[in-house]
């Protein structure tokens, strides 16, 4: 059974760091772009962040770029999203999602439950 597991979210103060994880089982990240999405009370979706299992590309959405960095694990099966300078417009539930044979997640095959995220001013 293919499995997502977001953790590592909280409450935090602006300027501050959270270590987001996403721990997969059921599958291997090979053939799979692994991105993090977040969702902000009353906004649409917002993909932030992908990284490639194959080939280890990275993208970062404007909003998070210099910030954020995403990284992969395989041993683990896990990616991680460091999360630094935070401000309170961070708030959002975070989600991890996957797609197969993408270096960047469009249109994800499987999602995580997701955490929250309170970046407190």
């Known amino acids: 059974e293919v499995q997502l597991v977001e953790s590592g979210g909280g409450l935090v103060q602006a300027g501050g760091s959270l270590r987001l994880s996403c721990a997969a089982s059921?599958?291997?990240?090979?053939?799979?772009?692994i991105g993090w999405f977040r969702q902000a009370p009353g906004k649409g979706r917002e993909g932030i962040s992908s990284?490639?299992?194959?080939?280890?590309?990275?993208y970062y959405a404007d909003s998070v770029k210099g910030r954020f960095t995403i990284s992969i694990d395989n041993a683990k099966n896990t990616v991680y999203l460091q999360m630094n300078s935070l401000k309170p417009e961070d708030t959002a539930v975070y989600y991890c999602a996957v797609e197969k044979y993408r270096t960047i997640v469009h249109l994800a095959d499987f999602w995580g439950q997701g955490t929250q995220v309170t970046v407190s001013s």
């Open positions: 990284i490639s299992g194959s080939d280890g590309s990275t």
């Open positions: 059921g599958f291997t990240f090979d053939d799979y772009a």
